[in-house]
C-alpha cells in the first residue's frame, strides 16, 4: 500500500487554518491512494504556542478542533495528529493516532527537547516508559501510552521528535517489541547542514532496527523565530525511498512511497551547498512572516553596505522563489495582495512590479557618507526593482548635537565625544525610515548580523531599530562571501558595487579612515573567538590555547582580541537583550529569547582574563 508523511505550515492557536491545512493535506493524500499519513508534531494547534501551552483550555481545545473540525471530514485513510493532553494533572505532548474518523490510540512524548532552542519541560512533562492505560474523552475509553499499533501489515510505533535523537531511545525497545514501521512526526528547526544529519538518522534507524522510517517535520516560519524546513523522509532497511525538497512556499506537501511498486523519490539536494540553505530558508522566513502578520511590505535603510544589501537580495529572493514555485496569482494571494493580479500578469517583469509595490528603501546619508556606497544602495534597488529614496540627515544631527553643546557649555568634538557624535547619526536615522515603515504598514527590516550582536557594535534605537532582523544569526564572513556568491550564482550584477567596498559604518570623517575590522578585529578571528566561546562554551584560556595553533596572522594580536571579545560580551548583553525578531539559522544563535542566555550584569570574566594575560 501506499504510506505517507505529510509536512504542513502552521501557525499558533489558528484552530481553523490548521484544520484546513490538515483536511487539504488528507484529501490529496486519499486521491493519490495513501493509506497511512504521519502528520508533523504538535500539528493541530502549532509548536509554537509557548506558555499558553500552560492554559487549561488550550489542550481542550486542540482536542475539540480534532474532534469536530477534522475527523468528521476525513477521508478513509489512518494519520497522526499532534496534539497537547491534560492526564492526571499534567500536560503531555501527544500523537493521535486516528482511524475511521475517531482517534484510536494516543501516543505521549517520553523524550522533551531542551537544549538549544528548545525548553518543552517548561510545558509538558515526559511520559514514562512502558506505560499503558486508558483516558476517558468524549464519553468513550481511548489507549494512551507507550502502545504498538497494529494496522494492516504493519506493527506501528512511534518516536517523537526528541525521542529519536537520544541513546536510549524509543526505537531500542520498539525493535524487540516486533514493530517494522516506525513514525517520527517531528518540529525540528531549520539550522544550516542540518539536513544531513537527519538523513542520516533515519536511513540508518531504518537498517539497525529493520523497518520502514517515516519522518515528518514541520514547515516554515511558523511563530516568528523558527524556521521549519518542512522535510520529509522515508526509508526502509537501510534504504532512503522518498526525501522532498525542502523549505517550499506551499501550505502542505506530501512525501508518498508506494510500497508495492517500489521506486525511490529523492528531489535533488542542496544541503551540501550553505549558501542555498540561506537563502531558501530566510526567504521563505520573509514571506511567512509577511503574510501572516498581514502587513503591506518591507522597508530597509539601504546603506549601500554588505549586511543591508544582503537583506534587500533575501527580499527580491523571496519574491522570486515565490513566484517560482506558487505562481503570481498564488503568490499574490498568500500576501493578501490577490486584487493586484489582473493588473500584473499583463506585466513583462512581474517580479520588479512585485518589489515596486511592497519593498521600499533609503539611502540615509550625512556628511561622512560615500559616493561608492551611495551608488552602491541605488544600484542595487533599482536592479531588484524596490522603490529607492534619498536624503540627507545633517540637519537633524547638527540639531540633536547643537541642543547637547549649548546646555553642557561646549562644542562636541571628535577627540572627546567619538562615540557620542557616531551614535547620533545611527539614531537620526531610525524616526525617518520609522515614519515610512508606519505609512506604508510595512515590516522595518533591521541589518545587525551576529558578528556585531556578539561584541555590541550596533547603535540601540539606530541601526538596530526594526521589526525583525532577518541576518542577526549569521556572521559576517558568511554574509561578504554569501554576498560574492550571489553576485555570481544568482544574476545580482549590482552587488559588484557592494563587493569591492571594505566594510564600514560611515560614521567618523573620512581622514580618520573607519572600518569594521580595525574597530574590532579581522572578523575570520572574530568569529572563531565567537564560536569557541558561545557556541563550544570555552574560557578565554582555553580559547587562546586552541587558536594559537592554527591562526595563520600575528600571534600578537590573540590575547588582546579575545579580551576584547570577552569585554564587550559581557557589556553588550542588554543590547541583545533588545534584539528585533530574529531567525534562528546556525547550530547557534546570540539572542537570548532563542539560544544564548547571559546575565545583563556579571563581573565580566574579570577572572578569567587575567588568567589570560598569564598563560603561555
Not at 39 to 63: I, N, Q, T
Not at 92 to 104: L, P, R, W
Not at 503 to 526: F, G, H, I, K, V
Not at 564 to 590: C, G, P
Request: aromatic content about 12%; overall charge negative.
Amino acid at each position: 500500500m501506499k504510506i505517507a508523511g505529510a509536512t504542513l505550515n502552521q501557525i499558533p492557536l489558528d484552530w481553523k487554518g490548521n484544520a484546513v491545512n490538515i483536511l487539504e493535506a488528507l484529501k490529496d493524500a486519499d486521491k493519490q491512494g495513501v493509506k497511512l499519513l504521519c502528520f508533523p508534531e504538535l500539528s493541530v494547534c502549532g509548536y509554537g504556542c509557548e506558555d499558553v501551552f500552560l492554559s487549561e483550555w488550550m489542550w481542550e481545545k486542540a482536542l475539540k478542533t480534532l474532534n469536530e473540525k477534522i475527523l468528521p471530514f476525513t477521508p478513509d485513510l489512518a494519520f497522526t495528529a499532534g496534539l497537547p493532553l491534560k492526564f492526571e494533572g499534567k500536560m503531555y505532548n501527544c500523537v493521535a493516532f486516528c482511524s475511521e474518523g475517531e482517534i484510536k490510540y494516543i501516543i505521549p512524548k517520553q523524550n522533551l527537547a531542551k537544549d538549544g532552542v528548545h525548553y518543552e519541560p517548561r510545558w509538558f512533562t515526559e511520559w514514562e516508559v512502558g506505560r499503558k492505560t486508558s483516558i476517558k474523552l468524549n464519553k468513550k475509553e481511548i489507549l494512551i501510552g507507550d502502545y504498538v499499533i497494529d494496522f494492516e501489515n504493519y506493527k506501528i510505533g512511534f518516536e517523537i521528535c526528541e525521542d529519536a535523537w537520544r541513546v536510549d531511545r524509543p526505537a531500542n525497545r520498539l525493535y524487540k517489541r516486533g514493530v517494522n514501521l516506525i513514525m517520527n512526526p517531528s518540529a525540528s528547526h531549520f539550522a544550516i547542514d542540518k539536513s544531513l544529519s537527519r538523513q542520516e538518522l533515519v536511513v540508518s534507524s531504518s537498517k539497525n532496527y529493520n523497518c520502514t522510517y517515516i519522518y515528518a517535520n514541520l514547515l516554515g516560519n511558523e511563530a516568528g523565530r523558527m524556521i521549519y524546513d518542512g522535510e520529509l523522509m522515508i526509508a526502509k532497511d537501510g534504504e532512503l525511498k522518498f526525501r522532498n525538497e525542502l523549505l517550499s512556499f506551499k501550505n502542505y506537501q506530501l512525501g508518498i512511497w508506494d510500497t508495492e511498486n517500489d521506486h525511490a523519490k529523492i528531489a535533488p539536494s542542496f544541503e551540501s551547498n550553505p549558501n542555498q540553505e540561506f537563502r531558501k530558508a530566510v526567504s521563505l522566513a520573509l514571506f511567512d512572516y509577511l503574510r501572516k502578520s498581514h502587513s503591506n511590505g518591507f522597508v530597509l535603510s539601504l546603506s549601500g553596505g554588505a549586511d543591508s544589501s544582503t537583506s534587500a537580495i533575501l527580499v527580491a529572493e523571496m519574491i522570486r522563489l515565490g513566484i517560482e514555485e506558487l505562481g503570481v496569482e498564488l503568490f499574490l494571494k498568500k500576501i493578501h495582495k490577490e486584487d493586484w493580479y489582473s493588473e500584473l500578469k499583463k506585466e513583462k517583469d512581474v517580479r520588479m512590479k512585485i518589489a515596486n509595490r511592497i519593498f521600499t528603501t533609503a539611502y540615509q546619508s550625512t556628511e561622512n557618507s560615500g559616493y561608492s556606497t551611495f551608488e552602491s544602495a541605488k544600484k542595487l534597488a533599482n536592479e531588484i526593482g524596490a522603490i529607492f529614496y534619498h536624503w540627507n540627515i545633517d540637519d537633524e544631527v547638527n540639531g540633536y548635537t547643537q541642543k547637547i553643546s549649548d546646555n553642557i557649555g561646549r562644542r562636541l568634538n571628535w577627540a572627546q565625544d567619538d562615540i557620542a557624535l557616531q551614535n547620533i547619526q545611527a539614531r537620526a536615522r531610525s524616526p525617518i525610515i520609522w515614519i515610512l515603515a508606519n505609512i506604508k504598514n510595512a515590516l522595518l527590516l533591521t541589518t545587525s548580523n551576529r558578528s556585531e550582536g556578539s561584541v555590541g557594535y550596533t547603535t540601540m534605537d539606530g541601526d538596530t531599530s526594526g521589526s525583525i532582523a532577518p541576518i542577526a544569526a549569521i556572521d559576517k564572513p558568511f554574509i561578504i562571501q554569501w554576498l560574492k556568491w550571489a553576485e555570481k550564482n544568482l544574476g545580482y550584477e549590482s552587488l559588484r558595487y557592494v563587493n569591492s567596498l571594505q566594510p564600514t559604518a560611515e560614521l567618523r570623517p573620512e581622514d580618520q579612515s573607519q572600518s569594521d575590522e580595525t574597530d574590532l578585529m579581522p572578523y575570520p578571528l572574530l568569529q572563531r573567538i565567537e564560536e569557541l566561546a558561545i557556541r563550544e562554551r570555552l574560557s578565554p584560556v582555553e580559547i587562546y590555547q586552541l587558536i594559537k595553533f592554527s591562526w595563520e596572522g600575528e600571534i600578537s594580536i590573540l590575547k588582546p582580541s579575545i579580551h576584547k571579545f570577552f569585554k564587550l560580551w559581557t557589556r553588550n548583553q542588554w543590547k541583545r537583550e533588545r534584539i528585533a525578531v530574529s531567525f534562528h539559522l546556525d547550530d547557534y544563535n546570540v539572542d537570548p529569547k532563542t539560544w544564548c542566555r547571559f546575565p545583563i550584569l556579571s563581573s565580566s570574566f574579570k577572572e578569567e582574563l587575567e588568567e589570560l594575560e598569564k598563560a603561555e
